[in-house]
Nanobody
Framework: VQFVESGGGSVQPGESLRLSCAAS????????MSWYRQAPGKERELVAT????????KYADSVKGRFTISRDNARNMVYLQMNSLKPEDTGVYYC?????????WGQGTQVTVSS
C-alpha cells in the first residue's frame, strides 16, 4: 500500500490549492479515503473523508464550505480542493486510508498560508 501526495505550496490568504494523492497496492475503489493535516506543535487532525464508490463525504467544521474532497476511482486518485485558505490552514497534509485493518499514511505535502 502506498500513498503519494502532491500539490502543496505557499499561498496568500484567500487563495486556493488543490492537493492530489496517488494510491497503489490495493483495490482503491472499495475503501474510504481521508485527508489529515498537522500544524506545527499540534496533533494530526482529520480534515475530510470520502466513502468508497463516490459515497458520502465528511468535513472538519473548520473547513466546511471551503474544502472539497473528491476521488477518481479509475485513476486511483483522491483530491482535496482548498479554497479561501487561511493562515490556520498551514500544515503538512497527509493522505490516508485503513486497508486490511491498518492505517496507512503518505509522506505528506506542506501547505503554507501567509501574507
Amino acid at each position: 500500500v502506498q500513498f503519494v501526495e502532491s500539490g502543496g505550496g505557499s499561498v496568500q490568504p484567500g487563495e486556493s490549492l488543490r492537493l492530489s494523492c496517488a494510491a497503489s497496492g490495493f483495490t482503491f475503489s472499495t475503501y474510504a479515503m481521508s485527508w489529515y493535516r498537522q500544524a506545527p506543535g499540534k496533533e494530526r487532525e482529520l480534515v475530510a473523508t470520502i466513502s468508497n464508490f463516490l459515497g458520502p463525504t465528511k468535513y472538519a467544521d473548520s473547513v466546511k464550505g471551503r474544502f472539497t474532497i473528491s476521488r477518481d476511482n479509475a485513476r486511483n486518485m483522491v483530491y482535496l480542493q482548498m479554497n479561501s485558505l487561511k493562515p490556520e490552514d498551514t500544515g503538512v497534509y497527509y493522505c490516508s486510508g485503513v486497508i486490511g485493518g491498518k492505517r496507512y499514511w503518505g509522506q505528506g505535502t506542506q501547505v503554507t498560508v501567509s501574507s
